[in-house]
């Protein structure tokens, strides 16, 4: 089966008509990106095959386009079958219709639907929109988006189609004796539990029942028996408890321990304040004293600068001389460099001219030679300026143009196939008279024989006898043949005329005579192109500029200058010039930084002296002396003072750890809690009391020991009955699971083509060696190695695996089906999106073999990732117009 166009109309985002067409057979991609249509293509084929015309607008509603209530959705689908081609129309809602053509015959209405449903393998759903179950061979072949794991629904409702592919032995095993006899089993087994969850069901669900009721019964017995004798138990312990808090009231005892504890933290907490105040003791102590000590400080500091300036002096007086001394002879090299750099500047200038001389005179010979062939240049150029200026007016005389002669051309090509049609329509007229007879034809006299074409009415002149009136039968087509010839013959003519020419072969002539002038003219004006690229003109004042250019030649400078100097090294010069120059500005360098230096070692010797002056009569003060001793004897009485503040505070900090206020704290709490918890117990014990004294009084035990023993008397009965209904059913389900392992291996060896079609696909998946198959045709297992391991339950696979072998299985039924000579189509919507990229190389692979055999129909919105399939994709159809 090959779909080859597929149309929608007014479904749903389709609201404008499109269509799907140029699907060929084999593997055909169809891309667009999310939301633009592709799964309501696929749907629309579903909807064309699956649904029935006739069904309501309420199953169906989904095919509306969005906000439009009134629109009647169309599906047109051509397809074709075994070379026979078939159009499938179906509207739905409004107007509602399907045609089936086919053959040169059309099916209409439920005929055409039922007609389609026997050929492809599917059924309508009895009333309603269609589901799963209905869509037989197609639902197996059509893969909806996301669903491509699922595949044993679709493989039960394709399961006739495919038990006839695989021949008659399959419906042999359905009804042999063996069959009868597993019914017959199930029968039995399924008389005492249920099908599917196995739980029993009927007199063993009864007898079941009835032992759980006499359970159920026995144990609210034997608990009632059990709360009474605790209830009795608890009531004697409550009694107990009670006089024991009477006589002893243990919460007076905590009250009595939490008070002591409350003045032992009492105690505690007047050593933390005695603590606190001698810390602010020693603060402002140690504040007294940091300034004492700053000041001692401050006059080491001054003592230690003071030294450190003597030193620095006495080393800035003994590094001066030497200083002065490299300072000295830095400059007097300095010197000497600047006269050798002038010296040899002068050399480099005076070598400058000579060299300027020279190139003068090397100029003014190539200015010569320059004169010279620019007036053998100006000389051809105006000669070709000439010819140019002749080729050019001949050139402008002459009207022809190319597209006047493709005009007489086409006139004349006219004129000739009119006159060819003339020619053939007008009616022949021919005449042999007499040597002395004649005949007068319009304005011509005829004589002797001959032969007239007649394209218009004419006359015959019979003199005496009378006139023959002779009309073509086309007389109205001829006469407008003759006129357009007519029309045609002076367009030419005129042409002819307005171009002084007397045939077109003159035209012609005369055209390649000018294309031959433009030839000539081109070379000529390439020719003078080269001699004079400016022009003319140009040239003439390149000439004139190089003659007064020519007037002067230069002289030679009058240069003098000592032995081994060269002018024509200027180059050697110029380098002696500027290492000269180089080292003058390095000794600068050197000398200026050294010469700096001096004048700072100076200033700082000065500033140095002056400051040593005033600190040394500052620190030589009687006055400042006795400042510095009263300062150190105050801040030893304050050091003696912290030491006995620190001890102090110790002592009151060790007092109130050896307190331990925080457990204090905590056995305040503690005790504060217990008494009032005692005193709870006492009062919820006393209500605890009355309340399981009134409770007792009101139950009654009487008789309930007879009561118990008689039920458990019964449930042994009934629990020897249910045991015998477990074995019963034990050995059912052993000889049912017997008979279906044989039959399953009868199966197997039945099932061996579609195994043979599922090998053939299993290379394209890793791994894979074996698909184990159900008796309904449907994969269960994977099998990993050659057959020796257990196979992987195919719910327990990932998903991408269950989706590339459901894509594998359907191949498969595809071939198997194919082969029974059944039509196959299948319809991928974006499946192997799960898949990795070694994994779905191999399903490329896959599809493209599968592709030689069956026609595939893929919607992706992954255009990328199928570029590699070497079929053209084709985009999502537009709205036609």
């Given at each position: 089966m090959q779909i080859l166009s597929l149309t929608l109309q007014q479904f749903r985002r389709f609201e404008q008509a499109v269509e799907l067409r140029d699907l060929h057979a084999g593997l055909n991609i169809i891309a667009g990106p999310n939301e633009a249509g592709k799964s309501t293509l696929a749907q629309a084929i579903r909807v064309a095959f699956f649904e029935r015309h006739s069904t309501g607008s309420g199953p169906l509603k989904s095919l509306l386009p969005w906000g439009d209530s009134t629109a009647a959705p169309e599906v047109t689908v051509r397809f074709c079958i075994a070379d026979k081609q078939y159009t499938l129309q179906k509207r739905f809602f409004k107007a509602r219709r399907c045609f089936l053509d086919f053959a040169g015959q059309r099916l209409e209405g439920e005929q055409a639907e039922q007609h389609l449903a026997e050929l492809l393998g599917y059924e309508y759903a009895n009333r309603g929109a269609s589901d799963k179950k209905n869509w037989g061979v197609p639902g197996l072949l059509w893969i909806e988006q996301g669903q491509g794991q699922d595949l044993r629904e679709a493989v039960l409702a394709a399961g006739a189609t495919l038990q006839q592919a695989l021949g008659q032995h399959v419906a042999e095993l359905g009804s042999s004796d063996g069959e009868e006899l597993i019914e017959r089993v199930k029968r039995e087994l399924f008389s005492l539990r249920t099908e599917v969850q196995g739980s029993p069901k009927g007199d063993w669900l009864a007898s079941l029942r009835q032992q759980e009721e006499l359970q159920t019964q026995l144990k609210e017995w034997r608990a009632q028996l059990q709360q009474y004798q605790q209830g009795v138990d608890e009531l004697s312990r409550l009694k107990t408890l009670l006089q024991r808090h009477e006589k002893e009231q243990p919460w007076q005892a905590m009250l009595?321990?939490?008070?002591?504890?409350e003045a032992k933290l009492a105690q505690a907490q007047a050593f933390v304040k005695q603590e606190e105040s001698l810390c602010q003791?020693?603060?402002?102590?140690?504040?007294?004293?940091?300034?004492?000590?700053?000041?001692?400080?401050?006059?080491?500091?001054?003592?230690?600068?003071?030294?450190?300036?003597?030193?620095?002096?006495?080393?800035?007086?003994?590094?001066?001389?030497?200083?002065?001394?490299?300072?000295?002879?830095?400059?007097?090299?300095?010197?000497?460099?600047?006269?050798?750099?002038?010296?040899?500047?002068?050399?480099?200038?005076?070598?400058?001219?000579?060299?300027?001389?020279?190139?003068?005179?090397?100029?003014?010979?190539?200015?010569?030679?320059?004169?010279?062939?620019?007036?053998?240049?100006?000389?051809?150029?105006?000669?070709?300026?000439?010819?140019?200026?002749?080729?050019?007016?001949?050139?402008?005389?002459?009207?022809?143009?190319?597209?006047?002669?493709?005009?007489?051309?086409?006139?004349?090509t006219q004129l000739q196939r009119w006159q060819l049609q003339l020619e053939a329509q007008a009616p022949e007229l021919w005449f042999d008279l007499q040597a002395q007879a004649e005949l007068q034809l319009g304005q011509e006299r005829l004589q002797g024989q001959g032969k007239r074409l007649l394209s218009q009415t004419a006359i015959i002149d019979l003199g005496a006898a009378g006139t023959v009136r002779i009309v073509p039968a086309a007389a109205s087509n001829t006469e407008a043949l003759h006129s357009d010839i007519q029309h045609c013959r002076q367009q030419l003519n005129s042409l002819l005329e307005s171009l002084a020419a007397q045939s077109i072969e003159e035209l012609e002539r005369r055209w390649e005579i000018k294309q031959e002038r433009v030839r000539d003219l081109q070379h000529d004006q390439n020719t003078l192109m080269?001699?004079?690229?400016?022009?003319?003109?140009?040239?003439?004042?390149?000439?004139?500029?190089?003659?007064?250019?020519?007037?002067?030649?230069?002289?030679?400078?009058?240069?003098?200058?000592?032995?081994?100097?060269?002018?024509?090294?200027?180059?050697?010069?110029?380098?002696?010039?500027?290492?000269?120059?180089?080292?003058?500005?390095?000794?600068?360098?050197?000398?200026?930084?050294?010469?700096?230096?001096?004048?700072?070692?100076?200033?700082?010797?000065?500033?140095?002296?002056?400051?040593?002056?005033?600190?040394?009569?500052?620190?030589?003060?009687?006055?400042?002396?006795?400042?510095?001793?009263?300062?150190?004897?105050?801040?030893?009485?304050?050091?003696?003072?912290?030491?006995?503040?620190?001890?102090?505070?110790?002592?009151?900090?060790?007092?109130?750890?050896?307190?331990?206020?925080?457990?204090?704290?905590?056995?305040?709490?503690?005790?504060?809690?217990?008494?009032?918890?005692?005193?709870?117990?006492?009062?919820?014990?006393?209500?605890?009391?009355l309340v399981l004294q009134t409770k007792l009084e009101s139950q009654g035990v009487q008789g309930l020991d007879e009561k118990i023993a008689d039920h458990q008397g019964q449930l042994e009965l009934v629990q020897k009955r249910n045991a015998n209904y477990a074995r019963r059913a034990a050995a059912l389900q052993l000889l049912l699971d017997t008979l279906q392992s044989k039959r399953r291996d009868l199966t197997e060896r039945l099932l061996q083509p579609l195994q043979s079609r599922m090998l053939h696909y299993l290379r394209f998946l890793p791994q894979a060696k074996a698909v184990i198959l159900d008796q309904h045709f449907a994969p269960t297992g994977l099998q990993r190695d050659a057959g020796v391991g257990l196979a992987d339950v195919v719910e327990d696979l990932s998903f991408g695996t269950r989706e590339q072998l459901g894509l594998m299985a359907r191949l498969a039924y595809a071939d198997l089906l194919q082969e029974a000579g059944h039509p196959t189509f299948l319809m991928l919507d974006d499946v192997l999106v799960h898949s990795d990229e070694q994994r779905l190389e191999q399903m490329k692979r896959m599809l493209t073999d599968a592709a030689l055999r069956h026609q595939i129909v893929l919607f992706t919105c992954q255009e990328e990732k199928w570029q590699d399939m070497g079929v053209r994709i084709q985009r999502l159809p537009q709205a036609l117009q």
């Open positions: 009595q321990q939490q008070q002591a504890a003791q020693l603060e402002l102590l140690r504040l007294n004293l940091g300034r004492l000590q700053d000041g001692l400080l401050a006059q080491q500091e001054k003592q230690v600068a003071f030294n450190a300036k003597q030193e620095q002096l006495h080393s800035l007086l003994q590094s001066l001389p030497g200083i002065e001394q490299q300072r000295d002879h830095l400059h007097s090299r300095f010197q000497q460099a600047c006269q050798d750099r002038d010296q040899y500047e002068t050399y480099r200038e005076q070598a400058r001219q000579w060299q300027l001389w020279q190139a003068q005179k090397a100029s003014h010979q190539a200015a010569m030679q320059e004169h010279e062939r620019l007036g053998r240049r100006l000389l051809e150029a105006t000669k070709l300026d000439q010819q140019i200026a002749t080729l050019s007016a001949l050139i402008h005389q002459e009207p022809v143009q190319a597209d006047a002669i493709k005009q007489a051309k086409a006139l004349q080269r001699h004079a690229p400016h022009g003319v003109s140009a040239l003439q004042q390149q000439a004139q500029a190089l003659i007064l250019q020519l007037t002067e030649a230069p002289r030679q400078p009058e240069i003098t200058v000592p032995d081994g100097i060269e002018l024509s090294q200027a180059d050697m010069l110029e380098q002696e010039f500027q290492a000269r120059k180089n080292r003058a500005q390095a000794l600068e360098e050197e000398w200026r930084p050294l010469r700096e230096q001096v004048q700072q070692h100076v200033l700082r010797i000065q500033a140095l002296e002056s400051d040593i002056a005033a600190q040394k009569e500052l620190l030589s003060d009687p006055s400042y002396l006795l400042q510095q001793q009263d300062r150190r004897m105050q801040a030893q009485a304050l050091q003696e003072q912290e030491r006995v503040l620190i001890e102090q505070i110790a002592q009151a900090k060790q007092h109130y750890n050896d307190a331990g206020a925080d457990l204090l704290r905590q056995d305040i709490t503690r005790y504060a809690r217990s008494a009032i918890q005692f005193k709870q117990d006492y009062e919820q014990a006393r209500e605890d009391l």
